[in-house]
């Protein structure tokens, strides 16, 4: 473990990430999974720390090797698969490594992943307005405000003003400060130069280069309105003329369970306890009257004044 960590510290150091996959690959070749796996280990390590800014090629070939080693290894796992998909995200052209692993189905099942990847989420960058002359880059693309990546992981790299390249490997599932990737603190406020575009230039783009950045909209939130509930004057008189015939009607029932108790040569109750429920009864029934009774009040009340809440 300690003349790993050394390794990993001198190429870290060196800047030599893509020396490793080099390597990695060819070990590949040779049926070598083991030293692959410890080189593309280092290879992982040391791309963020880069002296100069990393392509999206390189950064695909790391990812597309960590998921291409198990597989000649002989050991099936649906995230290796994840692998291919994140090296395709990152970089849309990348090839299958035929002299490394010429297996036709997993290649052509490559392939099928090369449109799927397409339908991944956008993550945003978060590449704030304010970051004076400091550069933000992605997977070696240049990231403004209110842009956007397919989700997976990806290299992030600033370019501080005093020339210092740092980075880290991210999902951008947390927010990423940006400015405090570098170590010297800088004018957020500073502004560069315009530069002249050149009509007559012919260079071509670079072929490593990954895809522009997506544009980032910021999701909407709905904003919940309450509408009035509108109910018909109509609706009123006959709920609140219900309301009243119910009010009678459980006060004639309680006239009536009242007269049992008062009625004393009744033979119907007898027993104190027969007595105490005929009067609960009455109660009960007195109760529900007068709380109709000021129900059909209140909806009455409604209809003469109108039917919105």
Partial sequence: MVVLALMLIGIAEAGVASESVAAARAAL????????????????????????IVDAALVADV??????TP????????EDI??????????????WAR??????????????LRSEVLQREPVPTGVPELRGLAEAYVDGVEHGPMQAVRSGPHVAQVKCPDGQITGLWTRFEEEIDWIRLCDERFDLTAQAPDQEIDEFDLTAPDPRAGPEPLAWVPPVRVKRVRRPVRITKKTFWVSAGAAGAIAVGTYAAALMSRSRYDNTASDRIRAPGELASQRSKTNT???????????????????????EF
Avoid: C, H
């Fill in 71 to 78: 597989k000649i290894m002989g050991v099936d796992r649906e």
């Fill in 285 to 307: 029934l007195v109760g529900v009257s007068v709380g109709a009774t000021l129900v059909g009040g209140g909806l009455a009340a409604a209809a003469i004044w109108g039917g």
């Fill in 29 to 52: 070749v040779s049926g070598d999974t083991d030293r692959a796996r410890m080189l593309l280990m280092q290879a992982r390590a040391a791309m963020p720390n880069e002296s100069e």
């Fill in 82 to 95: 994840d692998r291919f998909r994140d090296a395709l995200s990152v970089y849309p052209q990348q090839k």
């Fill in 63 to 68: 990812l597309y090797f960590e998921g291409l």
């Fill in 99 to 112: 002299d490394v692993w010429d297996d036709k189905a997993l290649r052509g099942y490559f392939e099928a």
